[in-house]
C-alpha cells in the first residue's frame, strides 16, 4: 500500500544519507522513541499527488544538559525579508531561494543519540538494537541548529559572507557588482 511504501522510502532515505548505524545500547544509555507522521500531498485540484511519511524523534523527552546542550538556530525577521526583496527590486537584484530536501537529516549532531529502531521496522535478528545517530532527526531539540550550523558552513565554502545583524542572511557579490 502506499503508506507502507512512503514509510520504506523515508528509511531509504535516512539510510543513504549515512544519518545512523545499528548498535548495541550502551549500558546507562536512554534511547529515545520514534513516531511517524503521516501527510497527503495534493494536487492544485485536490488529487493525491504523494503519500509522505516521516519518521520523527520523540524530542520532547530529551533532558537538557544530558541529551543536548544548544538548541537556538537564528531566521531571518520578517521585516528584513521585505527590505530585501524591496532592495533587490529597486535595484535589479536576482534573489534565489530553495528548498533543501528532509534539510534537517544533513545537520551532524555533535551530541551521542541513541534511537530506538522504527515499529514495524525493525531488522530482523536484532530487535533489541537501537540506532545511534550520526545526524538529526526531524524532532530532536537540537536539529535545528546542527542544520543551521551545516548550511552555514556550506554557504562559507561557497564564498558566502554572514550578515552582522542578521545571521541568518547571506550575501555573495560576483562580477562587477
Not at 530553495?98 to 531488522?123: N, S
Not at 545517530?133 to 543551521?148: E, V
Request: glycine letters at 6%.
Amino acid at each position: 500500500n502506499e503508506w507502507m511504501q512512503a514509510c520504506e522510502d523515508e528509511i531509504c532515505s535516512i539510510e543513504k544519507n549515512n544519518t545512523w548505524d545499528l548498535v548495541d545500547l550502551p549500558y546507562g544509555a536512554k534511547p529515545i522513541g520514534l513516531k511517524w507522521v503521516f501527510k497527503l500531498k495534493r494536487n492544485s485540484d485536490g488529487s493525491i499527488n504523494k503519500h509522505k511519511a516521516r519518521l520523527v524523534a520523540k524530542g520532547y523527552v530529551q533532558r537538557y544538559g544530558i541529551d543536548f546542550e544548544e538548541v537556538f538556530a537564528p531566521v531571518a525577521r520578517l521585516e528584513t525579508i521585505r527590505l530585501l526583496i524591496s532592495f533587490a527590486a529597486t535595484n535589479g537584484w536576482e534573489i534565489h531561494h530553495l528548498d533543501v530536501k528532509t534539510a534537517f537529516l544533513h545537520g551532524e549532531l555533535k551530541e551521542i543519540v541513541y534511537v530506538r529502531q522504527p515499529e514495524g521496522f525493525e531488522v530482523k535478528g536484532c530487535e533489541d538494537k537501537v540506532y545511534k545517530l550520526n545526524k538529526a532527526l526531524y524532532g530532536l531539540r537540537q536539529a535545528p541548529r546542527a542544520w543551521n550550523h551545516k548550511l552555514n558552513q556550506i554557504l562559507m565554502e561557497l564564498q558566502f559572507t554572514k550578515c552582522s545583524k542578521e545571521p541568518s542572511v547571506y550575501r555573495k557579490v560576483s562580477g562587477e557588482s
